[in-house]
Nanobody, 115 residues
Framework: VQLQASGGGLVQAGGSLRLSCAASGSIFGINVMGWYRQTPGKQRELVASVTRDGRTNYADSVKGRFTISRDNAKNTLYLQMDSLKPEDTAVYYC??????????WGQGTQVTVSS
């Protein structure tokens, strides 16, 4: 599976962005899809995830502001980010997990929120 993340950019606090993660190759057996973020000097952290049967999970810091979704026909995962805060500034990565435990990562997209 190859993942191509896009949609990052510079936005003012309170604004919105939508990230996309387009998958190519065989997505057979992909059980979980998610978005992570990382800032310099910190570990990559889970932002949101969705399982194959549609169960979602969000980090407490983004609950009520971010929404994860997917378009199965387009093999694309999305992250709608609203009410952005400066502390949301990070490089965002998408990840797919196959039932075998194999992880596939996208290349990352920079999100910068100015105050």
């Amino acid at each position: 599976v190859q993942l191509q993340a896009s949609g990052g950019g510079l936005v003012q606090a309170g604004g919105s962005l939508r990230l996309s993660c387009a998958a190519s190759g065989s997505i057979f057996g992909i059980n979980v899809m998610g978005w992570y973020r990382q800032t310099p000097g910190k570990q990559r952290e889970l932002v949101a995830s969705v399982t194959r049967d549609g169960r979602t999970n969000y980090a407490d810091s983004v609950k009520g502001r971010f929404t994860i979704s997917r378009d199965n026909a387009k093999n694309t995962l999305y992250l709608q980010m609203d009410s952005l805060k400066p502390e949301d500034t990070a490089v965002y990565y998408c990840k797919y997990v196959r039932y075998t435990g194999t992880n596939y990562w996208g290349q990352g997209t920079q999100v910068t929120v100015s105050s």
